[in-house]
């Protein structure tokens, strides 16, 4: 019989758990029509035979993978081997309360594509974290936001909970690494309209953490693979390629101006007006080439030719700063010095420019 609402969980380890969250599940979503996907990774403490043996009471299974280990793939296992219409992924560990489960649905049933429980808006929270966790939690979802647009509607692309009707998803579309499944899946899906629901990440109620360092790498390197499969690579690189044109620009300009336009003993007000004609030209080519799509989505023509102008201004200041720096107090040789302060200088106005004048 088919399933209205397939709930999939990875779990590696987690025994302890396995107990008190199918008891909680139940108790949430009776009387609904649902189905618990577990999809273990062979764990060595019993978590699958234990899943099992609560198959005849609850509406649950363990699909076992022997020769595959990782979240994000077992996610997607589960997904693709249940039969819901709408999906909820979830953690084992009871950081994610299934209480929760039921506000989740109530967004998907009313319309919602995906409807995910965050940790960041308000009335949502973190029971236990440290500082560093902390930092490290919010500096991921920054540079998410920065470098992949799709994410910014969002405050929490890097939760592990959420829910989503299984007809906006073609997992084929999915190449999952690492922890962050639903990065992938609100880029490679087609979700109209995204609802968040707060909820308080709970402390692990038993078992152990299989997050670590190698996690952290991982994320960086899942980021740039979206980065190249959205455009937004292809994109950084056109802006480089409009911020090279602008050198063109800007040292043509200087030429003409001292040469034939009668300032050669004028030359930084030559240099003033060559910047500025460069910054000019680089708007334009970054307006109908680098970010044309995105053109209607911020303020008129004329506010994001200012706002690309402070930023770029900025960037330059930037740039003699890091220069200044290096070269006159550390010491670094003049060309690498100002080579560092370039490519920072770029980065900032990529940066700035992609969130604050092309939203
Ligand atoms: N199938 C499978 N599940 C995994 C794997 N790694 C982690 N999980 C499960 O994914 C969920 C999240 O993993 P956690 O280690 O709790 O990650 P986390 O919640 O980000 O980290 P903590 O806050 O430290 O617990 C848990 O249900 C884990 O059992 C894996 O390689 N395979
Ligand atoms: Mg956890």
Not at 170 to 186: A, F, H, M, N, V
Request: hydrophobic share 45%; net charge positive; glycine share 8%.
């Amino acid at each position: 019989m088919s399933k209205s609402i397939s709930i999939v969980i990875p779990t590696y380890n987690e025994r302890e758990n396995i107990t008190p969250l199918v008891e909680r599940i139940d108790r949430a979503l009776a009387p609904r029509d649902y189905e618990v996907v577990f999809v273990d990774d062979n764990s060595k403490d019993g978590t699958a035979e234990l899943i099992n043996s609560f198959s005849g009471k609850y509406p649950v299974r363990a699909i076992v993978r022997k020769d595959e280990r990782g979240l994000a793939t077992a996610v997607i296992r589960g997904i693709e081997d249940s039969q819901g219409d709408t999906i909820v992924v979830m953690d084992a560990d009871l950081q994610h309360p299934p209480e929760v489960i039921p506000a989740l649905l109530d967004k998907t049933e009313a319309g919602t594509d995906i409807a995910i429980a965050s940790r960041y808006v308000k009335g949502g929270g973190i029971k236990e974290w440290g500082l560093v966790r902390k930092i490290i939690s919010r500096g991921a979802i920054v540079l998410a936001h920065l470098l992949l647009p799709a994410t910014r509607k969002v405050t929490d692309p890097m939760s592990g909970f959420f829910s989503f009707r299984r007809k906006a998803l073609d997992t084929r579309k999915l190449s999952p690494r690492g922890y962050k499944i639903l990065l992938e899946i609100l880029i490679a899906g087609k979700f109209e309209n995204v609802a968040e629901v707060p909820f308080t990440f709970e402390s692990r109620r038993g078992g152990e953490s299989k997050l670590n360092a190698k996690q952290q790498i991982e994320y960086l390197k899942h980021l740039f693979s979206l980065m190249r499969r959205t455009g937004e690579l292809i994109r950084f690189l056109k802006f480089c390629l409009v911020g090279l044109s602008g050198v063109g620009v800007n040292l043509g300009v200087f030429w003409l101006l001292t040469r034939f336009g009668g300032m050669a003993e004028e030359d930084f007000l030559a240099l003033v007006i060559a910047i500025e004609v460069s910054i000019i030209t680089n708007f334009i080519l970054n307006e109908f080439f680098t970010f044309r799509d995105r053109r209607s989505s911020g303020a008129s023509f004329i506010v994001r030719l200012l706002k690309f102008n402070v930023i770029c201004a900025a960037g330059a200041a930037i740039q003699a700063g890091i220069y200044g720096l290096l070269f006159h107090v550390a010491g670094v040789y003049d060309l690498v010095s100002d080579l560092i302060g370039i490519v920072i200088a770029t980065l900032w106005n990529y940066v700035l420019n992609s969130w604050l004048t092309w939203k």
